[in-house]
Nanobody, 126 residues
């Protein structure tokens, strides 16, 4: 399964943007999907994740209350709605699939994810 992120762009601070993640195969091959981001000169970091079947969600503290992750099983797509964007949210955003659960929960560690695709750039201007 390859996951493709799309929907990035340029937005002003305080604005909103929704990015999408669609697979080349079927989503049921993964336990869940996570969003990660990487800013220039920084390490890739966890943003949000969702369990594909149960819909349970996970968020990084830095985006909690501003970002919402969701999935549409009919469209086989995961979304990340980003509200009240800040310049520090500027990064390349990647989605990734994790095949297994860990202790009944999803991992927030990017090294545990099995499927990756190309990212989509989100730029927030001040």
């Amino acid at each position: 399964v390859q996951l493709q992120a799309s929907g990035g762009g340029l937005v002003q601070a305080g604005g909103s943007l929704r990015v999408s993640c669609a697979p080349s195969g079927r989503m049921f091959a993964v336990y869940g999907v996570g969003w990660f981001r990487q800013a220039p000169g920084k390490e890739r970091e966890f943003v949000a994740a969702i369990e594909w079947r149960a819909g349970r969600t996970y968020y990084a503290d830095s985006v909690k209350g501003r970002f919402v992750i969701s999935r549409d099983s009919r469209k086989n797509t995961v979304y990340l709605q980003m509200n009240d964007l800040k310049p520090e949210d500027t990064a390349a955003y990647y989605c990734a699939g994790d095949r297994v659960t860990r202790g009944g929960r999803m991992s927030l560690n990017l090294d545990d994810y099995d499927y990756w695709g190309q990212g989509t750039q989100v730029t927030v201007s001040s």
